[in-house]
C-alpha cells in the first residue's frame, strides 16, 4: 500500500491526525518559548508534558500501523 492508497487505510489517517497533533503542539510550545513573558511562566511545562503524551501515543500508532502492515493486515 503506497501513495494514495494510504489515505484509505483508516488506520494510517489515524497515524497522520496524530502526528499532526504532536506537530500542532510543538508549534505551540515553540511559540510561547520564543515569546516569552507570562504565557511561557505558566504553560511551559504543561505544554511540553503534552506533547510528550501525544509523541507517544503517536510513535504507538506507527508500530502498531507497521506491525499490522507487516502481518498483512
Not at 3 to 28: E, K, N, S, T, Y
Request: aromatic letters at 10%; glycine letters at 12%.
Amino acid at each position: 500500500m503506497k501513495g494514495p492508497d494510504m489515505w484509505r487505510d483508516p488506520l494510517f489517517i489515524v497515524v497522520a491526525f496524530a502526528v499532526m497533533a504532536v506537530v500542532v503542539i510543538l508549534m505551540i510550545g515553540i511559540g510561547g518559548f520564543a515569546r516569552g513573558g507570562d504565557f511561557n511562566r505558566k504553560h511551559a511545562n504543561r505544554i511540553m508534558r503534552y506533547r510528550i503524551i501525544a509523541q507517544a501515543i503517536a510513535v504507538a500508532l506507527i508500530v502498531g500501523f507497521v506491525a499490522i502492515r507487516r502481518m498483512g493486515g
